[in-house]
């Protein structure tokens, strides 16, 4: 599909960036590196979205990868080891902030 003279020029309006937009994808090692930094912040290694979705999304993919092998990133015993060291979580760390919503039975509606 040919892009016209007319929507250039809108999107040049709207600031559109017209290069690419490249990923720069970072070895164990240095999300490892990350990880190290974060405890010494945090004193803890369970890494929030908040703080670094990225970091985040390594800690999730290593939490699979290590209860799926052969799924997604590679997984040695070295690399478990090495998160083991830093006290990695292996379980789900998901948590919920919203307050568990009520059963209908639970609720109850004041007559006063």
Not at 58 to 65: D, G, L, P, Q, W
Not at 81 to 88: I, P, S, V, W
Request: glycine fraction near 6%; proline fraction near 2%.
């Amino acid at each position: 599909m040919a892009i016209t003279e007319e929507r250039i020029k809108a999107l040049d309006e709207v600031g559109f960036y017209w290069g690419s937009v490249t990923t720069t994808v970072k070895s164990f090692e240095q999300r490892m590196e990350q990880l190290k930094t974060y405890k010494e912040t945090h004193g803890h290694v369970n890494v929030k979205v908040a703080d670094d979705k990225n970091l985040n999304n390594f800690c999730t993919h290593m939490r699979i990868a290590r209860r799926k092998p052969g799924i997604g990133m590679a997984i040695t015993e070295e690399r478990i080891k090495a998160m083991d060291e830093l006290g990695f979580k292996w379980g789900s760390l998901v948590t919920t902030t919203k307050p568990q919503a009520k059963r209908f039975e639970q609720r109850s509606v004041s007559s006063d």
